[in-house]
């Protein structure tokens, strides 16, 4: 069924816009104008990026549509790399996820939960969405399939997760299951954003207010030192040159700290470079430990969603290698899929890597010897995410003192330097 945007006058002059799906231009305003809707604009929406392939399906007059290629998906990921959906997008979607879960859970048949979604979407965008996967549910396409077609708010997690929950006949479970989880990774994500960026905003106002002093406060006060002709100390004099860098060749380091991210920024988009920094990064002092922790807890939540829900051990794997955040602990989980391929457990390559803590081995050998593998992965998660916890509020406590002493030798040195020769002149007089 088309969908149409459309641009209308209310009772009373009020203008009203919005979209609507219809078989027809003519359906469209005979339905708007029994809701008291004078339509002075009406326009076929084209999807906006949102509808990968649909076109081509048609004109190919397939009765349904087909799976897209290899390098149609491929495509598709690049532009949700480049046009990727907001945070606000990412939220709602989860919302949602939670919400149609709770209304299939009661019974509520597909399309018109999705009609119900669509009634209250708080966003021109996600309403178009999803009257287009209830236009495609209605030709005869899976929900997972359909999902498939937007991989700019839908991952091959939350693809896979559904299409698995639709085999088991439990797609409200699926789904309700995938907002926790989606909950929780955003939850995540909040908490290391949070201890990465007080020190990353101390580091830069510090920075700020050193260049400031150094570029228009020192040299105006050296400047009138200088008139009195004595010889400066040695403090002073030391002050004065790195002065003199800065006010006259700033620009130079801009220029030089934008090539420097530029090139890291470069070198980081190759599949090599990625896997050296990234390595370097798990070496960090503070930092590393955090950001493995954090890599762990997503790999082993993942993994057990992803099981809990129904996936096979080796997709399962693949989807979790490209989550996890980190081309290292992304190396293992290939590792540990291609072993399985070969007929061993997970636990052995997984201690093989050693990309994880040995903890993590032993609990998930435990776990595939007593059949729980899901449970203990959940187990591991929880207490990963709970260090993760304690090591951000240990990082902070540590970084925040190292920070204040650091800034605290700068500008104290500063001052020393212009205190010198002004009590060198008092002793002279």
Known sequence: MPIFEYKAYAKGGATRTGVIDADSPREARQRLRRDDLLVSELKPVRGRGLRAGSDANKQEGASKPSKPGVLARYMASRRAAQNGASGRDVELVGAITRQLGTLLGAGIPLSEALKAIIEQAESRRIETLFRELRERITQGSSLGESLGEHPELFSDLYVNMVKAGEATGQVDVVLRRLADFLQAQRAMQRKVISALTYPLLMVSLGLLVVSVLMAFVVPKITSMLQDTGQKMPGPTQLLMDISDVFKNYWWLGLLGLAALFSGIGRYYRTP????????????????GELLRKRSVSRFTRTLSTLLTSGVAAVPALEITANVVGNQVIADATEEIRSKILEGTDIATPLKATG???ATVGYMVAVGEQSGELEVMLDRIADAYDEEVDV??????????????????IVVGFIVISIILPILQVGSIQ
């Open 272 to 287: 090599g470079g990625k896997r050296r920094l990234d390595r370097l990064v798990l070496k960090l002092p503070f930092f």
């Open 355 to 357: 990309a994880f803590p």
């Open 391 to 408: 090591v951000s509020e240990r990082v902070l406590s540590i970084l925040e003192p190292i920070m204040i002493i650091v800034l605290a």
